[in-house]
């Protein structure tokens, strides 16, 4: 049971172009959802949250987008570099609960930023 | 302020051995949780925990697996009699005590089982 899916493996994009990394969830008492990035042989490093409350968060060139309705979110890097090259993990929580930080988390997006 | 901390890194085990994999929390961090990534998938919740207590250990087969979290001293996720399907990456993640969502990963550890 795959309650946040991330259904795109791999994201192919140019330097300086838009990224564009899509998730979609199935549970309808997420409240809080997070976009992971991972290095090779590293942990994953928060990126970017986003409350239930709000349809948008932006933090210098990542954008993060809720649709309710859809129960999809996306995350939008403009401009990308090649630094951004990495596996992307959505997350969603129910921060009703004291398990705040039991994350459901996607697949991952492998994303690669040509020069 | 160092991270959270992993160790060990890597860990060859054979088919029924026991594996202990230790996690020290971000320094002022109360909340400790284990999470496992099985190859080409994502991270599955296993277990959170503060200081001495198991709070969801939801995500942990019902057997050869225990996690706890002293009083003193390190995590500690325990796999007895490991099998080759335990091979995986464990990450570990600790929060503040006002802020439970917002984790910091580890390195994590990754367990061989030959």
């Known amino acids: 049971d795959q309650q946040v899916k991330q259904n795109s493996p791999s994201l192919s994009v140019q330097e300086g172009r838009i990224s564009i990394l899509n998730c979609d969830y199935t549970?309808?008492?997420?409240?809080?959802f997070l976009w992971y990035k991972k290095y090779p042989a590293e942990g994953p490093t928060f990126l970017i949250s986003?409350?239930?409350?709000?349809d948008k968060n932006e933090d210098g060139r990542f954008t993060v987008f809720l649709n309710k309705s859809a129960k999809h979110l996306s995350l939008h890097i403009v401009p990308s570099q090649p630094g951004d090259s990495a596996v992307y993990f959505c997350?969603?929580?129910?921060?009703?609960?004291?398990?705040?930080?039991?994350?459901?988390f996607g697949q991952g997006t492998t994303l690669q930023v040509k020069p | 302020n160092a991270g959270v901390m992993q160790n060990p890194r890597h860990l060859v085990r054979r088919r029924g051995q026991e594996a202990r994999l230790r996690c020290s929390p971000m320094?002022?961090?109360?909340?400790v949780y284990w999470y496992r990534q099985l190859p080409e998938e994502g991270l599955k919740f296993m277990v959170y925990?503060?200081?001495?207590?198991?709070?969801?250990e939801s995500g942990m087969p019902k057997e050869r697996f225990s996690a706890e979290f002293p009083k003193e001293g390190p995590s500690i996720l325990r796999i007895q009699q490991v099998v080759r399907g335990d091979s995986a990456a464990y990450f570990c993640?600790?929060?503040?005590?006002?802020?439970?969502?917002?984790?910091?990963f580890g390195e994590g550890s990754r367990l061989t089982v030959l």
């Open positions: 997350a969603a929580s129910v921060t009703g609960s004291s398990n705040t930080g039991k994350l459901i």
């Open positions: 986003i409350s239930s409350i709000k």
């Open positions: 549970n309808s008492m997420f409240d809080y």
């Open positions: 925990l503060q200081k001495e207590n198991i709070i969801d």
């Open positions: 320094k002022g961090h109360s909340h």
């Open positions: 993640a600790s929060s503040p005590p006002r802020a439970p969502g917002e984790l910091f």
